[in-house]
């Protein structure tokens, strides 16, 4: 099957801990994105790749780290910096079908500070 | 800036009723415009998307959008809602470029009342 997978489903951390979250596809897609998802707010841009071994920050990038050694790999380090992490996290990747492009996204992981 | 408006945080309709979803978006060129669905702890999910040619685009589910560049609207239809439409929708603008950000619309909660 192709598509978009994220661990851990649910993740806890202590406050002052750095944890990481994975994402991975297999859909051969160039760009990668994380998003931040509070409610009532939407979807907020924490980073995005275009390609491999280069990312840019988002709109929310205080806190956070990413790498992309991989084409299918993306992953956020959450790292103790970040004032408030509690939140959902979606990744999502990139493909062009014809000459549009879309957004796909993986399942999410819940993140919550103790 | 690019911004998104969805100005209802809440719906509530009767199973079988129309549906209507507002979303005005403020861009600077054309747009692509897409909506997306998202159940409770899920991913996003693509009902359509809009990039050129005809202003009204046929998504899944039944589900249909009109661009109205006239208005900077997109909003979305559905002739009859099931009780399984309940969820929340979210709708996104985009630059024409591959690697595209998108940007969000804070979402609509649709709620289904048999």
């Known amino acids: 099957d192709g598509g978009i997978t994220q661990s851990p489903k649910y993740l806890f951390r202590k406050e002052g801990q750095n944890v990481t979250l994975s994402c991975e596809q297999n859909l051969n897609h160039d760009a990668m994105y994380w998003y931040r998802q509070d409610p009532g707010q939407g979807l907020r841009l924490i980073y995005y790749?275009?390609?491999?071994?280069?990312?840019q920050k988002g709109d929310i990038a205080e806190g956070y780290s990413v790498s992309r050694e991989k084409k299918e790999s993306f992953p956020l380090t959450v790292t103790s910096a970040q004032k408030n992490p509690t939140a959902f996290y979606l990744c999502a990747s990139n493909g062009r079908t014809g000459i549009t492009d879309t957004q796909y996204f993986g399942p999410g992981t819940r993140l919550t500070v103790l | 800036a690019q911004s998104v408006t969805q100005p209802d945080i809440h719906i509530t309709v009767s199973e079988g009723a129309s549906l209507e979803l507002r979303c005005n978006y403020s861009?600077?060129?054309?747009?692509?415009l897409f909506w997306y669905v998202q159940s409770p702890g899920q991913g996003l999910q693509l009902l359509l998307k809009?990039?050129?040619?005809?202003?009204l685009v046929q998504g899944i589910k039944g589900f249909e959008a009109e661009f109205k560049r006239s208005q900077s609207s997109f909003n979305l239809r559905k002739p009859s809602v099931h009780w399984s439409d309940a969820a929340e929708y979210f709708c996104a603008v985009g630059p024409m470029e591959y690697g595209n950000k998108l940007v969000f619309g804070a979402g609509t909660i649709l709620r289904v009342k048999s």
């Open positions: 790749s275009q390609i491999v071994n280069d990312f």
């Open positions: 861009y600077g060129a054309t747009p692509y």
């Open positions: 809009y990039f050129s040619g005809d202003t």
